[in-house]
């Protein structure tokens, strides 16, 4: 039987989740922004859960009405068929989304959503669910444009990009599936030697260690699919160590993370042993105005702490510049790639961006520059 899902994404990685999904053996997929509809089966499902490194969540869809008032909305939650899927005894949560909604109180909304599920649960069973806000077993989305409201049940749980091992957190952290997406953008292959002069928790590290060793970014973490009736335990267990059996030996590999804080060091250090993967990338504390290229060619990709360790607009002013110095010094033939807030970098930092790609980190608008670093004479 086929499903109609949607997985939200980092806005500005929708195509490479198009294509994503597709590898993955999605059908009538569409990309909108913000994520990409698509069709599947359930095993389908599961593998996009278990192997995307791009989605934020794995939307069903079970619901769909027209509406102009509330009660439309408590009577598609009523009549949908949640005992068919999960029992009372998991607690769920809903969570609502609106675009342009006429809607006065959207809390209100997400009441008669709720109420409208537990009514059915009690008219079928006898029973209703229990609400739990932290942790339920079940969590639904409800997604209101100005007059249609759409009911998903969400088969991811938590987050994608949570994968399941971090334990060591820093300011300002880069989620992993933007972290996995920047790579994809930067054409970074496995072969390449890859660099994070400020590596922070280690986002970069970590995701492109599981890229060059084909390591599944949900093999160390549950699924919200697997509290559903429709889950087949036992082929779903098939299905995940088929994928899992793919994971390539621990070896050596040619990624490299510095920091000029010790504790973001460390930090990277915790995570990457917490996801299997100690001693696979060579860390150091460092400046990154004092690195030295690793390689005669590689790929440079780092999200720039501006603002936090760096606390003062004219601390900034003087540090751009140098950075560009120290790139084209000392990393002539790299490619490298900033995600920042910061848009004044393209001027201070001196140097011709060849890309700027626009790029949301949670809500706060962002750019990946591109630069292609050559030998030549540096600036006065």
């Known amino acids: 039987m086929s499903n109609q899902y949607f997985s939200p994404c980092p806005r500005g990685l929708e195509a490479l989740l198009v294509d994503e999904l597709t590898r993955l053996g999605a059908s009538d997929v569409e990309q909108v922004p913000g994520g990409v509809a698509f069709s599947g089966d359930w095993p389908l499902c599961w593998r996009v859960n278990l ?3 791009i989605a934020t ?36 949560r ?6 342009r909604s006429p809607l006065k109180s959207l809390n209100f909304a997400t009441l008669r959503i709720k109420d409208g599920l537990c009514d059915h649960f009690r008219t079928v069973t006898g029973k209703r ?10 969590r639904v989305q409800a997604f209101i444009t ?15 990009y949570k994968r399941g091992f971090k334990r060591a957190k820093v300011e300002a952290p880069l989620k992993e599936n933007l972290a996995a997406g920047i790579l994809k953008l930067s054409g970074w292959q496995p072969d390449e030697p890859l660099l994070d002069p400020m590596c922070g928790s280690g986002s970069f590290l970590i995701e492109a260690a599981q890229i060059a060793l084909d390591i599944a970014p949900g093999s160390g973490r549950s699924f919200g699919f697997e509290k559903l009736k429709s889950c087949d335990a036992a082929e779903w267990q098939r299905l995940r160590g088929k994928v899992l ?11 490299f993370g510095s920091d000029i804080d010790p504790r973001q060091v460390a930090a990277s250090e915790s995570n990457l042993a917490a996801a299997g993967l100690a001693g696979l990338v060579q860390l150091m504390d460092a400046d990154v105005l004092d690195l030295e290229a690793p390689a005669p060619e590689g790929v440079w990709v780092t999200n720039p702490p501006y603002g936090v360790r760096l606390s003062t607009g004219e601390e900034l002013a003087e540090w751009y510049p140098k950075l560009g110095d120290a790139l084209k010094r000392r990393f002539a033939g790299w490619r490298a790639y900033f995600l920042t ?12 961006a060849s890309k700027r790609t626009p790029l949301f980190n949670s809500d706060l608008e962002c750019r990946l520059f591109e630069y292609k670093l050559v030998a030549g004479q540096n600036r006065d």
Do not use: M
């Not at 069903?60 to 008032?69: A, F, I, M, P």
């Not at 100005?146 to 994608?160: K, M, N, Q, R, V």
């Not at 059996?245 to 990624?255: A, F, G, K, T, Y």
């Not at 807030?341 to 011709?352: E, F, M, S």
């Open 51 to 53: 192997e995307s490194r």
């Open 129 to 138: 669910p229990s609400v739990d806000t932290e942790a339920p077993d079940v």
């Open 57 to 92: 969540r794995v939307l069903w869809r079970v619901g769909q009405t027209r509406y102009r008032s509330e009660e439309e909305i408590y009577k598609l939650a009523y009549a949908t068929t949640w005992a068919k899927w999960f029992t009372p005894d998991e607690t769920i």
């Open 341 to 352: 807030a910061d848009l004044d970098i393209a001027k201070r930092i001196g140097l011709k």
């Open 94 to 99: 809903i969570y609502l989304t609106a675009i």
């Open 146 to 160: 100005a007059d249609t409201c759409t009911l998903y049940i969400d088969t991811s749980g938590e987050p994608l």
């Open 245 to 255: 059996q793919r994971r390539q030996p621990n070896r050596q590999l040619e990624i």
